[in-house]
């Protein structure tokens, strides 16, 4: 029943944004930023835990996940070293995932061959 209701939740995430690309004039860009600002709102009012809690990885696994990841690095460092924390919390919890996207982009780049946009 998890693999069911992390399905629907991440399918509403994803319709929601869906809806906001094809009923508003709000660029994806716009709308990706507009998720992760959500994620970090949720977590800031105690909200997202009990999300991820019902919904598991359809929760956890899209954009508002990665404002979720931001906010409770920041909360951590800041738990840990003060203020400066605020400034470098973020970055240290979500280093791991943006060095992986990274990596695998740079693979995916060689290994896939380029075509002219021509």
């Not at 209701?5 to 906001?20: H, K, M, S």
């Not at 977590?43 to 956890?60: E, M, N, R, T, W």
């Not at 508002?64 to 400034?87: R, S, T, Y």
């Amino acid at each position: 029943m998890n693999y069911v209701w992390a399905f629907v939740a991440g399918g509403l995430i994803c319709v929601v944004g869906q809806l906001f690309i094809d009923y508003t004039k709000l660029s994806p860009a716009r709308i990706l930023t507009g998720y992760v600002v959500a994620g970090v709102i949720l977590s800031a009012v105690g909200l997202y835990k009990p999300l991820v809690g019902f919904a598991g990885a359809g929760a956890s696994v899209p954009l508002l996940g990665f404002g979720h990841l931001l906010a409770q690095g920041v909360q951590n460092a800041v738990d840990e070293c003060g203020l400066p924390g605020a400034f470098t919390g973020g970055l240290t919890a979500a280093s791991g995932g943006i060095a992986a996207s990274l990596i695998f982009g740079v693979l995916a780049a060689l290994v896939g061959k380029s075509k002219d946009q021509n």
